[in-house]
């Protein structure tokens, strides 16, 4: 009858709700209910044989510089790890960071990486221009059908990379199908999980290695500070993530990992109300004559929708939206807009709407934008925590405009 045969004590029996709100807290002597921020770059010993015992791994879960070992990181990792069904995670100071990260970490020169060709910009930047600079070359594959990733695997391919729904076409990727073909080629499956978030999509699940994610979407969610994590098994996280952080220093600030986890306390409730408006908004714009087309995820229309309806069980919070008319239509709609704000940024409590033809996705070629889908007419939309009947009535406004 004592709590401490409560099934709940295990943080895995509780529910994503639950364990957004409680996971990885680990209080101090004041026993604060809000978890304490630890603003401090290094830790004091009691003796030179303690630190030494320390510096040799011996004090398992202690700290020694906050570069890569902090109380209020590890509170933020551990809860991510949880929510994700992973073994383990590590902070990053920006979602690229992240991903930078988690692509190095598992390739050296002579290796090959194959990644979907939707991509978020400096996602593609990272595997289309960073890594050839290493001598790690890279093809990049319309993700849509995994055969294609099975035609571009070669004996030196290490890193399979994706994003689904992919940034800012919301195409997916089959996340199973395509982890089978990086792991019978002896490559690690990376998924960037931003748009389904970690409440819709379970990419480990499906067979993948390592989940990214950039904190400074729905993780924050009230746009106030940039983050990253990585997670997957511990062995990976602990051994090749852990190293590169250690040594390279692409660290979090104790600072923004506390507001990560302020904003994870109240992400379930943002993302589904988001997520409930934007299936809504999807459906009035999906039959409004001035648009050529809407993607979103779970709405019939959209030509991956069995998938969507298979590996995510909600459409998320964004949209992306063809306009008829191009460029010219796609700013005049934007332009008119009174509620929703122009910002490339997204999982935000505000409503966002971005061309990416024009900002994201500027520095490529008209070419290499129509081959990813970034056409001129194309805006992405981020649903916020706005009343959904305004958002309508905005875009209603500002489509009558057209
Ligand atoms: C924003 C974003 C990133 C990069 O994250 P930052 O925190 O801005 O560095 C990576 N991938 C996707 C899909 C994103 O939306």
């Known amino acids: 009858m004592s709590k401490a045969n ?4 295990d943080p895995k029996n509780r529910a994503p709700e639950t364990q957004l709100v409680h996971g990885g807290v680990h209080r101090s002597g004041f026993n604060e209910t809000s978890e304490a921020i630890f603003m401090t770059s290094g830790y004091s010993y ?24 902090n109380p209020t990181v590890d509170v933020f990792q551990e809860r ?31 290796d090959h990486i194959v990644a979907a060709r939707a991509l978020f910009g400096g996602c593609r930047y990272v595997v289309e221009d960073f890594m050839p600079r290493f001598g790690v070359s890279s093809t990049l594959v319309d993700g849509r059908d995994p055969k294609n990733f ?19 076409t919301l195409e997916l990727v089959d996340v199973a199908a ?4 990086a792991h019978a080629g002896g490559a ?27 904190a400074t979407k729905h993780i924050d969610g009230q746009g106030r500070s940039l983050g990253g994590i990585v997670l997957g098994s511990k062995d990976l996280i602990t051994g090749d993530i852990h190293t590169l952080l250690r040594q390279t220093g692409p660290s979090i600030s104790p600072f923004n990992a506390w507001i990560m986890l302020k904003g994870l306390e109240t992400m379930a409730l943002r993302v589904n109300q988001m997520t409930a408006s934007a299936a809504k908004i999807a459906d009035y714009l999906a039959d409004h004559p001035k648009i050529a087309r809407v993607a979103y995820p779970h709405h019939r229309s959209h030509p991956q929708y069995e998938l969507g309806k298979r590996q995510m069980s909600q459409g998320s919070s964004l949209i992306a939206i063809e306009v ?54 194309l805006l992405r939309l981020s649903v916020g925590l706005e009343n959904a009947d305004d958002l309508i009535a905005d875009l209603d406004y500002a489509l009558d405009q057209l």
Do not use: C, W
């Open 80 to 110: 991510m790890a949880l929510l994700e069904g992973a073994e383990a995670g590590r902070a990053f100071a920006t979602g690229m960071a992240a991903v930078t990260n988690a692509v190095m970490s598992q390739v050296r020169a002579g």
């Open 150 to 168: 099975e035609a571009a695997m070669r004996p030196n391919t290490k890193v399979v990379f994706i994003e689904t729904p992919a940034n800012p």
């Open 178 to 181: 395509v982890a089978r073909i």
């Open 188 to 214: 690690k499956l990376i998924v960037d999980n931003v748009f389904a978030t970690a409440l819709y999509q379970h990419p480990l699940k499906l067979g993948a290695d390592l989940v990214t994610y950039s």
């Open 324 to 377: 008829k008319g191009g460029r010219a239509e796609a700013f005049k709609l934007s332009d008119a807009l009174a509620v929703i704000l122009i910002s490339n940024n997204l999982g935000d409590a505000k409503s966002l709407i971005t061309h990416p033809a024009t900002t994201t996705h500027a520095r490529f070629t008209e070419e290499v934008r129509l081959e990813s889908g970034v056409t001129q007419g």
């Open 6 to 9: 409560n099934p709940l004590n």
């Open 46 to 69: 009691p003796s030179s044989q303690h630190a030494e015992d320390l510096f040799l791994n011996k004090l398992p879960g202690a700290h020694n510089y906050s570069r890569f070992a």
